[in-house]
């Protein structure tokens, strides 16, 4: 079993920042990748950031410039600093990995179970 737990959110102005944390336990061999989506009302959900295990990243374009992923290996654990913060950044956001639970093992992907973001104009 593997559980991504994620954390950070909150209610921000316009203009302000915050920091996702996805910390991700259990049976874990590697994190092949892991990234961030979002979801506002009544939109689909949308890639916002990822990290891929060779420490690649990418961004909607949305975001670019004003969001950052990283990651600390020692902690399972994957962050997206979010500044610069606007009011249609409101949505739900997910963590989400692609995880390897021994050498051999198939890659499998688990989800967080969302954290809100809320910015106010």
């Known amino acids: 079993q593997v559980q991504l737990v994620e954390s950070g959110g909150g209610l921000v102005q316009a203009g302000g920042s915050l920091t996702l944390s996805c910390a991700a336990s259990?049976?874990?061999?590697?994190?092949?990748?892991m990234d961030w989506h979002r979801q506002a009302p009544g939109k689909q959900r949308e890639l916002v950031a990822i990290?891929?295990?060779?420490?690649?990243?990418g961004y909607a374009d949305s975001v670019k410039g004003r969001f950052t992923v990283s990651r600390d290996n020692t902690k399972n654990t994957v962050y997206l600093q979010m500044n610069s913060l606007k009011p249609e950044d409101t949505a739900v956001y997910y963590c989400?990995?692609?995880?390897?639970?021994?050498?051999?093992?198939?890659?499998?992907?688990?989800w967080g179970q969302g954290t809100q973001v809320t910015v106010s104009s």
């Open positions: 989400h990995a692609k995880v390897q639970q021994s050498h051999y093992g198939y890659e499998y992907d688990y």
């Open positions: 990290m891929t295990s060779g420490g690649g990243t």
């Open positions: 259990g049976t874990i061999f590697s994190i092949n990748a």
